[in-house]
């Protein structure tokens, strides 16, 4: 069982949490950890992962330049009437 979050505050996720929330798979999850360098804590047989040591590990992997994507709106679907 993982804590819902550190001593110091910090929101706590477990294996299954974080593949829920990435819309991956458990296996997934420890897969990156082994092979990519994913942090997480080992507590007892359970691995934790800090939500923001997740956060930064995710932003390390972008692909592209997010903050000057510019959205051509002829691309978006239509907004229904109602």
Request: hydrophobic share 50%; with cysteine; aromatic share 8%.
């Amino acid at each position: 069982m993982v804590p819902a979050q550190t001593a110091f505050g910090e929101p706590l996720l477990g294996a299954q949490e974080l593949a829920d929330a990435l819309g991956m798979t458990r296996r997934w999850v420890y897969a990156q950890v082994e092979e990519n360098g994913l942090p997480a804590y080992k507590l007892g047989r359970a691995l934790a992962f800090e939500l923001s040591a997740v956060r930064a590990w995710l932003a390390q992997r972008r692909v592209g330049d997010w903050a000057c994507a510019q959205v051509d709106s002829n691309m978006l679907p239509p907004v229904p009437d109602g």
